[in-house]
């Protein structure tokens, strides 16, 4: 009943900051793209098809927390995690496609001058829209974390991108308005050319993103750091157990997937094998919560193949007991 409580939280959580999403993204869209064609700026229409990407990027994300939270059924026994990981990569695809939009676009106006008119008007529309960015990228990556939501995460990566092309558009356009007021020149080549420099930090960011979500879908390993905790867990099972072995892991969304198989005495009886099983299935558990964990025993016959050795925690021990059985002794694996 608790977990089921924790999970409706959840949702309720990145549900309300994915909608927070979309409506924000929906204004900015519109802001930028009327200040943009007003005063013919391509870097501030630049900067709204950025922030049109980021809506239909909200708008995924919110379809995608919607439907990874569903429970595991009998046509998706592992639960509906990569719906995530699948919405973080489409994310990635449309960030590519604007960031080379914006390129064609801007050199077009490198080959074809037009004039900035009103460019303080851009900088105010530029300034507006950092600020709500800033605000509400921190909000959802507060929320992705807390919640280990990747969509919501690669939706505020998108923002915070934002964020930063933003204030380079207003930069430029800063420039642009001095140059008119103060000095007389007129500095309409900045306005394409940072409109590059905007497409190229949104094809960096489209590039992480892709690496980060489209790991969990050809199902890579965990983290190291989390990887590192699960051995330690297991070796502190000695002596319970003798060895471990075959450490798998994977992520499908937010939810983590860990098997292993644990070595343990071989006369041990099968209520105290259970439990040794379940209490390293609870303990991944509460430090890692929605993981399901699959734990194999092996009986320990001291036979020790090479994929024993690795993880045996018998030290010095081993050869003593092999001793006894009348088995040479075996040298450890080499680290």
């Not at 995460?153 to 930069?171: E, N, Y």
Request: net charge neutral; aromatic share 6%.
């Amino acid at each position: 009943m608790a977990e089921a409580t924790r999970e409706d939280t959840r949702q309720r959580r990145v549900q309300r900051a994915a909608a927070l999403s979309v409506a924000s993204n929906s204004v900015l869209v519109v802001g930028k793209l009327v200040t943009g064609l007003i005063i013919g700026s391509v870097a501030v229409v630049s900067e709204a098809i950025h922030s049109a990407v980021d809506l239909l990027a909200a708008l995924i994300a919110w379809f995608a927390v919607r439907e990874a939270g569903k429970p595991a059924d009998e046509q998706h026994a592992y639960g509906h995690g990569k719906i995530e990981n699948l919405a973080a990569l489409i994310e990635a695809a449309l960030i590519v496609a604007a960031a080379i939009w914006i390129i064609i676009e801007a050199a077009l106006r490198l080959v074809d001058p037009k004039p900035v008119a009103g460019a303080s008007w851009g900088v105010l529309a530029m300034g507006i829209s950092a600020l709500v960015n800033l605000l509400v990228s921190s909000y959802l990556m507060a929320v992705g974390r807390r919640c280990d939501s990747i969509a919501l995460q690669a939706d505020a990566w998108h923002l915070r991108t934002d964020v930063l092309t933003s204030f380079g558009v207003m930069a430029a356009l800063a420039v642009i308005w001095a140059g008119d007021r103060w000095w007389g020149v007129d500095l309409w080549w900045v306005d394409p050319v940072v409109a590059i420099a905007v497409a190229l930090l949104i094809l960096r960011a489209g590039a992480q993103l892709t690496s980060e979500a489209g790991g969990d879908l050809i199902d890579r390993s965990l983290p190291m750091p989390e990887r590192s905790w699960i051995i330690a867990h297991i070796r502190a099972l000695y002596p319970r157990i003798t060895g471990f072995h075959d450490l798998r892991t994977r992520k499908a969304g937010r939810h983590r997937f860990v098997e292993v198989h644990l070595v343990v005495p071989e006369d041990l009886n099968i209520r105290a094998a259970h439990a040794l099983a379940e209490s390293v299935e609870l303990g991944i558990g509460e430090h890692f919560p929605g993981t399901t964990v699959t734990v194999h025993l092996d009986p320990c016959d001291l036979h020790c193949p090479p994929r024993c050795l690795a993880g045996c925690l018998l030290g010095e021990e081993r050869n003593r007991r092999r001793a006894e059985r009348g088995l040479p002794p075996i040298d450890p694996p080499a680290r």
